[in-house]
């Protein structure tokens, strides 16, 4: 499967964006998703993670009552509305999958066969 994320870009600290990420390929697969990001000379680190049916997600604590991480309909889009942003929140943030289904989301980015592109999040203050 191959992921493309994108929606990233400049915002004023307090403002929101929407992150996209569309999966292409065997989509017909289940997929739990994930959002990951890395801030400069950072290790990458887990922000969101949906499972396949939506019915569970997880957040790092830093994001948690900001951002939402939710599914479309079809399945093969995830997205990442990120409210409140600070300027601790600048980033590359990068979407991944891992073949699963049901009720299971995953935190750690080995868990992950799957990444996109990565787009890039800058809050200025």
């Known amino acids: 499967v191959q992921l493309q994320a994108s929606g990233g870009g400049l915002v004023q600290a307090g403002g929101s964006l929407r992150l996209s990420c569309a999966a292409s390929?065997?989509?017909?697969?289940?997929?739990?998703m994930g959002w990951f990001r890395q801030a400069p000379v950072k290790e990458r680190e887990f922000v969101a993670a949906?499972?396949?049916?939506?019915?569970?997600?997880y957040y790092a604590d830093s994001v948690k009552g900001r951002f939402t991480i939710s599914r479309g309909t079809a399945k093969n889009t995830v997205y990442l509305r990120m409210s409140s942003l600070r300027p601790e929140d600048t980033a590359v943030y990068y979407c991944?999958?891992?073949?699963?289904?049901?009720?299971?989301?995953?935190?750690?980015?080995?868990?992950?066969?799957?990444w996109g592109q990565g787009t890039q999040v800058t809050v200025s203050s």
């Open positions: 991944a999958a891992v073949l699963s289904g049901g009720n299971y989301y995953y935190t750690s980015e080995h868990d992950y066969a799957y």
């Open positions: 949906i499972s396949w049916n939506a019915y569970s997600t």
């Open positions: 390929g065997r989509t017909s697969s289940n997929y739990a």
